[in-house]
């Protein structure tokens, strides 16, 4: 058997095998963080360039520096600028989105329950909803 066979067969065993992934955890609470959601219009967004941008400053001008998630996180006690409010991405990186884009959170379900910004295993920020 030729060594490009051997490589070619150890390449597909590889691919092949089950790969363990772990879901992030929950490593402990954010403090200075609340969740919002996005408002119900742009939670119906299907695509990215329909959700409101987050801003590098409180201005429609600034740059924008990415889009938000459902669950949007917002400085604590509440920072609002020039119709826009303090926000964290889930890389931990700041910025402003327009305070009208955003309700208070709520379960989705209707169910009562809390979400608590929360440091994740993989080091990002995450929501721990807990019902």
Request: net charge positive; glycine share 6%.
């Amino acid at each position: 058997m030729s060594k490009r066979w051997i490589l070619l067969a150890a390449i597909g065993a590889i691919s092949m095998s089950p790969i363990a992934s772990k879901a992030a955890t929950v490593v402990r609470p954010e403090p200075g963080l609340a969740c919002m959601l996005l408002d119900d219009h742009d939670l119906a967004a299907t695509v990215q360039s329909q959700l409101p941008p987050i801003r590098s400053a409180p201005s429609a001008s600034a740059p924008a520096i990415g889009y938000p998630a459902e669950i949007v996180f917002v400085r604590e006690p509440v920072q609002e600028k020039a119709g826009y409010v303090a926000v964290v991405k889930l890389n931990a990186q700041p910025g402003w989105i327009e305070a009208s884009k955003l309700q208070p959170w709520h379960a989705m379900n209707g169910r009562p329950g809390k979400c608590i910004p929360s440091l994740m295993s993989n080091g990002l920020l995450g929501s721990d909803i807990q019902h």
